[in-house]
Every structure is written in C-alpha cells, then in structure tokens.
C-alpha cells in the first residue's frame, strides 16, 4: 500500500432475500417528501413497484414520481429531477433501479440547489460540491456499476453527444442501500453478462497499473475468481440465488474504492467506452469487452509483469517454456473465451456502431491510462481492431 | 453470499507516511476536551508523543491524559477512564497505540455515562447501547486487532481473571483512526509477528465456516496471500515499507467486517486464547498461533472440504495423488511451518502457561465454534496438546 489515501464510505448496505425488510426503518431517518425515480415499466413487470410504493404510503410519504431514465442517463432528466427537487421540497430521492438510476439520483441531488449551471461546474470543470445535497437512497434491481455504494454519477449531455462521469465526495454517496440478489433474476441475459463484464472491467482498469505488490491487488485477484465462478454458474441458472448473490457482492466491492486503494489506476476502456456509449446507446459493459480485447492485447508489453500475474494467478496458465509475452497474451486470450463463452458479442459492429463514428468516438474519448497513455490515433486503431 | 446482512463502516481511514497531517482537520469536528490515551512509554520513545501533544496545543485543545493501558486492558483502567471523562467532560478520546489502548478507549466511551454496571451490561449481557457514547479517534502504532475500523472492545476482568470482548454497532466505532505504517517500525520484533499471526488467525476464524461457495471466501484468500507474502519480507527486513504497510492493511481489512460477510465464522481459537490470555498476559497472536495448530487437526474433518480448498489455494499443496485428509493436514502442516518461519513459539509453555493452568482454561472458554463444536475436555485436550 505505498500510496497513501483517505477512505471512508458511509452507505449502509441492506443485502440478501429480506433487505426490503429494512426500508420501512431507513425511511424514517429523513423527511415526508420523496422522489421516486426509476427507469421503464420493468420494476412495474415485476412487482417491485407496488411493494415499494405501498412502504411508502405505510409509512406516510408524500411521494413525486420521475420515470423512464434512459440506460444512458440524460442530463435532460437530471434538470428535469431537479426542478422536481426544488418545486416540492424533496427530502430523500429513492432510486429503484441500476446504475443508470443510481447516477441520475445522485446527478439531481447535487444539482437541485447548485449554484450555476450544475453541468460545466459539476461534470466538466470537476468543481467541489459547495451546495446542499439531497439525501438518496437505493434499492438495487441491476448490478454492474457499484454505484449503490460510491460516488460515481455518470450522464450523457445529448445535445453535445458527450457522456462523461464524476465521482463525488462520500457525502453524495447513497445514505442506504438495497440489495436483494432476487430482484435481478429477471434482468435480460444480455444485460446481466453485460453487468458481469462491467465489474470485470472495474477490477481490471484497477488492478492494471503500479509495479508495486499491494494488498489490493491480491484482494481484487481474490474477486476475479469469485466473479468468473459465478459468472459461469449465472449464466447456467440465472435463478441460482448463491451466483447471482456473488456476482452483486463482487460488483458492489469492485468499485466501492476498496479495490482500488492505492493503485494508480488505468481507466482508459472506461473513457473509451463512455464515448462508444454516447454515440451507440450499447449497453455498457459490452462495449467494455469488445474495446478491451484490443487495448490489452497493444498496452500490456507497457506492464508486462502485471499481465503475466494476471495470465497466471486468475486465468491458471501454466507459465512453463513460455515467454513472458506468450504467458500474457495467453492471459488476454482467456479473457476473451470467457467473454465469449457468457455470449458477448465481439466486434462493434454488433454493438451498432458504424464505421464514421470510429474517429468521432476516438477524438472525443478523454486521455487518459495506466501503463501507457494513448493519443487519439493509437485509440482510432484500438477501435478499427474490433470493429 | 448466502446469508443476508447489513453491512456500515463509518470510520474515516487516513493511510499513510502522510497520515498524521490529517489530525488537525479530524480535530476540528470535536470539542475541546480531549483524552489521551496510551500504553506505556513507548509513543514517546518514538517521538509521538511529542508531536501529537504539540498538534493537540496548536489546535487549542484541552489535554487530560490516560496512560498505563496493559496489553491485555484492565477493566480497572475503563473505570478510571471513565472517570476522567465525566470530570473533563471530554469531548473526544484520542487512543494512541494498538489494539489494546484502543479497544480501552471503545470501552472507556460506552462507559463513561453508562446506566447501571457497564461490565455486567455491556461485556456479560451483551446489552445494546443506551446512553451517550464519547467519539475515539486513534493513531494506530501497532497491527493486528483491526479496532481501527470496527467495533471489537476486548477487556479483562482482572478481580473475575475473565477476558471477553464484545463487538459494539457502528456508533461506537472509531470517527477516524490514522495508519502510518512507519510508527509500526519499532515494534519489537516479537509483537510485530504476534500482530501477523493475530491477522491471520483473524482471517481464519472467519473462512472455515460454511460449505458455501461466497465472495467472502475468495477475497479471505487474497488477503491471506498478501499477508503470507508481506511476512516473509517484513521478517527479513522490519523497514520494508511495503510490506509494513501491506499488513498494516490486511489487519484492517481482515476484521472490518468486511471477510466476514454472509459468514458464519467460528473464533474457537479466539475464545480459548482469550482465557489463556487472562491467566498468562501471553502476547495475544503468539497464543492463538500455539492453539490453533491442534485445534485446527483436531475440528478440520468437521470441514473438510474447506480444509482442502485452503490448502491448495492458500498453500499451494499439489493435491495429486492424496486424499482428501492428506490435503487437509498438510495445509495445516505449512501453517505451522509458516509460524515457526516468522520465529512465533510452538508451546504453551514458552508462553509462561503452566500445566496447572490448563484445566481452568478450559473450564472458563467461551464456547462456540464453526464446523464443530467444542466441550470443555476437548479444549483441555487440545490445550495438553500444544503444552
């Protein structure tokens, strides 16, 4: 742990098949006016809508709905929520929903009473919160993002065509948040192997980087595993609750900063994708995966003795008569069967992506990296690998 | 992640060299009376008295101090404590040390406006907090117990010759503590490896519980690599500031809740150390390391899957060509064979425990367990065992 750091997450973490049994309490600790915010019908499909508005009416909330928050939420929606905030003195914004209704949550709680326009202070100059936030809460129905337990709060400004994410400080982190493994049965296939390859991601943008030999490292290697087993299991059974339980757990910790204490980080498939993202809608952690592949494969000579660790200690390849080269591209390699075998697609093509967009997407992707820092070219080539 | 559970960890963590210059800004959120409170003279030794008393002057502060706390604290030491704490009104307990001073200061803070008997309500009956508890902030100078960052107050009755702890909810938890792994320097070599073992033992009693296939276990793993390794060069060399700091780490991470989710757990091992403890004043992860070893091949086929699994994937054993029991004993041999590496003693005996002593601690354990449980003859039996 050679970096030193401060770390401190206050979100209370309800998980397992009871946790709603714990809102009713939760709910108590803030005031009558909620904002219930949440995506499309499916939480209405599956029942959860009616189990939560009927905890709310219980325990004598005044409740103001925003739904349909895109998977890429629009700041057109967090301007919208945040006039919601104002006009009826919203207490407590409840997210039901994943990532993408997490972020928004979090979007409208800082933005509700910012001093000027939330937006160029908040996403693009990275200013300091200096205003009140609205308290939020979560219920969990997706996993992928960890943003039920960190200050990420990712948004696409629609009329600049320009997704970008900010984490805030913990006193935007969500006060609580619910997770039942149950309420992701009926996520779509795609979308959960698209969460299972987010959290993938989140442990590998913080796992590449540092020649150092620090605990995180071994504890998101402890992870992975975990991840992959029951990424396996999930795909098999998706009503296998130990699988799916595991796979929300792995998410949560996968970017609730405890894996990435000390580390310097990469995060440049992250900045790649977002932009992928804002031009195709994809689902993210697909475009996570497809842009993966091809960025290990150019930047992985930059740290190499990382990816043979890697290759060796989560994939198992045997290192004997090997180069350190051959071991890890082996490891790449794995990682790409993996992908392949819970049904990810491989290419952007089929992500919807078309080839105009590959220079607009690698021109407008922020710089950034671990082992290496790519130029907009070097990204333009890692696009047109996998397109 | 099998098991539900509610998961909330408000302590502010500042790791680091630089980790000290965070104190005035911590002290600024509490008043003006402080206790300090350590062990014996060897924070001034190091010159941390020194710096921390002229921190607390230059931040206005009003300093009544407590020193003398004993490794095992006495329960004599809580009441004087909180004593001090009515007179002064104290504000804030500031613990300077380990484990122990630490652990006193949680005690010190439940007690100090306590209704009623604070033992018999809080250490015997295992009450939930009632009544004001004063905030602990720590400075941490020594490794192992992880309270830190959680809720565990192990105090020793000495009229009762009865150790016990109790682990208190998140308000009584540290507001913040302060981790420079540099103050961990001159710990005498003998308590350093106490603290390692201590971890470890920690790690343990949380991972062989459950047939489950939970995240829990697979991050338990990687931290026990990152220990296993870090040991071994902190041995060689005490101001390898690496590994120093990546223990320091895995201690905090290893009872921060957080390896123990959705975990049964056992803490046999703890409960009996507890008593020899009591009856010997025997450094705490020296004493668990020389009962763990029978315990461990005596309750391992209650749990031998897990026995086998930790084997291969802690220790590395080549399972080919062995049964299941084989595995499971040699993952145990290499744990031996690791505490004498580290230069830990194998007998009770070396750790001033006389044979008449045996039966009486037996006789006052705890009992508990995870994949069995144990009577009265068996601890004794395995307490002649390590004699």
């Known amino acids: 742990m050679k970096y030193d750091f401060t770390y401190y997450n206050p979100t209370r973490i309800h998980f397992g098949k009871e946790a709603m049994s714990k809102l009713a309490d939760e709910l108590q600790n803030f005031g009558d006016n909620i904002l219930l915010l949440y995506g499309k019908n499916s939480i209405k499909k599956i029942g959860l809508y009616d189990s939560v508005t009927a905890i709310l009416k219980e325990c004598g909330k005044n409740v103001t709905e925003l739904s349909g928050i895109k998977p890429n939420p629009a700041y057109s929606q967090v301007l919208e929520g945040a006039k919601l905030c104002r006009e009826n003195r919203i207490d407590l914004i409840l997210a039901v929903g994943g990532g993408s209704v997490i972020d928004c949550a979090k979007a409208i709680s800082v933005s509700a009473y910012a001093k000027g326009d939330p937006w160029q202070r908040y996403w693009i100059d990275f200013e300091s919160v200096d205003n009140d936030v609205i308290p939020v809460g979560t219920i969990l129905t997706m996993t992928g993002t960890a943003s039920e337990m960190n200050g990420g709060s990712v948004i696409t400004n629609e009329e600049l065509t320009l997704k970008t994410g900010r984490v805030f400080p913990p006193s935007v982190y969500p006060k609580f948040s619910i997770l039942n493994p149950e309420l992701t049965y009926t996520v779509p296939k795609i979308q959960m192997v698209s969460g299972i390859f987010d959290i993938m991601s989140h442990l590998m943008e913080q796992y590449f980087s540092g020649d150092d030999d620090n605990t995180t490292d071994y504890v998101i290697?402890?992870?992975?595993?975990?991840?992959?087993?029951?990424?396996r299991k999930a795909v098999a059974d998706p009503y296998d609750y130990e699988a799916r339980s595991n796979i929300m757990?792995?998410?949560t910790i996968g970017l609730n900063r405890i894996t990435g204490l000390s580390k310097t980080q990469d995060w440049e498939v992250h900045n790649i994708e977002?932009?992928?993202?804002?031009?195709?809608?994809?689902?993210?952690?697909?475009?996570?995966?497809?842009i993966s592949m091809p960025y290990y494969r150019y930047i992985y000579k930059y740290g190499i003795d990382k990816f043979v660790r890697y290759a060796i200690n989560v994939w198992g390849v045997n290192p004997e008569d090997k180069t350190k080269d051959e071991i890890a591209l082996e490891g790449i390699d794995r990682l790409q069967e993996f992908s392949k075998e819970i049904g990810i697609p491989q290419t952007l093509r089929e992500l919807g992506c078309t080839e105009n967009m590959l220079r607009k997407i690698a021109d407008t992707s922020i710089l950034g990296g671990g082992y290496k820092q790519l130029d907009y070219d070097e990204i333009y080539n890692i696009l047109k690998e996998c397109y």
């Open 249 to 251: 757990w792995c998410a």
């Open 221 to 231: 290697e402890g992870v992975m595993h975990s991840l992959i087993n029951s990424a």
């Open 274 to 290: 977002h932009q992928l993202g804002a031009y195709t809608d994809c689902p993210h952690g697909l475009g996570l995966s497809v």
